[in-house]
């Protein structure tokens, strides 16, 4: 079990850029979610994909914000002309397909800076 | 609506204290699941246990147990005899449908010193 991997680790951007993050999920696991967590705070849902498919999405996700999960296997979220509220850590989690509500396995996440 | 709280903030043992963490929660689901995670200075969010609303029965896992209460909706968290790797926060969050979304609490900050 790899574990559920992301990258990258950090990344440090200008206001206006636009960012990239992957997620590798566990490889038996079909539904991947990604979280949102700002310092001192718990992680706040933003998307959820069961296998290729977004099937829930937050208010928080604006409309610079797109995820994709082509194929069903690893994710994409990408946010378009950053600003600096986007600055937080990204999570990313993963969870088998047996029975609803199984633990979500998470990554250690993607930090991103805004400056 | 903050559908899960978690209103302490920070608590400070000494080692071998015990410390319980509160959780309560707002639902209007029959169906939905806790659970307690454990993120460490490192970051990464560990899962700790899931308990489904139909489940009302204490659980105990060495030196953690946890105490299921829907009459209150509380599910509480209490570590026994605290080490210093128990330093952490602790998240509780609750899920309701069927897809497992998860609603954290602001999370409590241990701090266990030697």
């Known amino acids: 079990d790899t574990g559920v991997s992301q990258n990258p680790r950090h990344k440090i951007t200008k206001r206006g850029q636009n960012v990239t993050f992957r997620c590798d999920p566990i490889s038996e696991h079909n539904r991947l979610y990604w979280y949102r967590q700002t310092l001192g705070q718990g992680p706040e849902f933003l998307t959820y994909f069961q296998n290729e498919a977004q099937l829930e999405k937050s208010r928080l996700l604006s409309d610079r914000f797109s995820a994709e999960r082509p194929k069903g296997s690893f994710s994409t979220l990408e946010i378009q002309r950053t600003e600096q509220g986007d600055s937080a850590m990204y999570l990313c989690?993963?969870?088998?397909?047996?029975?609803?509500?199984?633990?979500?396995?998470f990554g250690d996440g993607t930090r991103l800076s805004i400056l | 609506a903050q559908k899960v709280t978690q209103a302490q903030t920070e608590i400070s043992v000494v080692e071998k204290e015990d410390v319980t963490l509160d959780c309560v929660y707002e639902?209007?689901?029959?169906?939905?699941?806790l659970f307690w995670y454990k993120q460490p200075p490192s970051g990464e969010l560990v899962f700790l246990i899931r308990r489904n609303s139909f489940d009302e029965q204490n659980e105990i896992s060495g030196r953690y147990s946890w105490n299921f209460q829907k009459s209150t909706s509380s599910f509480n968290f209490t570590i026994t005899a605290s080490q210093v790797v128990d330093s952490a926060v602790y998240f509780c969050?609750?899920?309701?449908?069927?897809?497992?979304?998860?609603?954290f609490g602001a999370g409590t900050q241990v701090v266990v010193t030697p």
């Open positions: 989690a993963s969870s088998g397909q047996e029975a609803s509500n199984q633990p979500q396995h």
């Open positions: 969050a609750l899920s309701e449908g069927s897809w497992g979304k998860l609603q």
């Open positions: 639902t209007r689901d029959t169906t939905y699941y």
